[in-house]
């Protein structure tokens, strides 16, 4: 079994840093791309940033240049630094990693977080 276990989320101010972490944890063999996507009130689920486990990242338009994704691959974490942040980055933020397990690899599955919820106030 693995799980996603979120932790950062809070409320500050406009202009403010946040800092999301994900850690997963269970029978892990290894693990491919990770991410962070945030869903607000009444939207879709929308990617935020992507990386793989050789550091290639991808972001949204909406964050380049304010967000900052990194992963320490020993401990099987992905963080997202949030910087200037705005009142329209307050979402629920989840995280994402493909995986493969002992009974599972090669194959690796998609799995999420429970989410953090992130408010920006202005």
């Known amino acids: 079994q693995v799980q996603l276990v979120e932790s950062g989320g809070g409320l500050v101010q406009a202009g403010g840093s946040l800092r999301l972490s994900c850690a997963a944890s269970?029978?892990?063999?290894?693990?491919?791309?990770m991410g962070w996507y945030r869903q607000a009130p009444g939207e879709q689920r929308d990617l935020v940033a992507t990386?793989?486990?050789?550091?290639?990242?991808n972001y949204a338009d909406s964050v380049k240049g304010r967000f900052t994704i990194s992963r320490d691959n020993a401990k099987n974490t992905v963080f997202l630094q949030m910087n200037s942040l705005k009142p329209e980055d307050t979402a629920v933020y989840y995280c994402?990693?493909?995986?493969?397990?002992?009974?599972?690899?090669?194959?690796?599955?998609?799995?999420w977080g429970q989410g953090t919820q992130v408010t920006i106030s202005s």
């Open positions: 994402n990693a493909d995986i493969s397990t002992r009974k599972t690899w090669p194959t690796k599955y998609d799995y």
């Open positions: 269970g029978s892990i063999v290894s693990i491919a791309a």
């Open positions: 990386i793989t486990s050789g550091g290639s990242t």
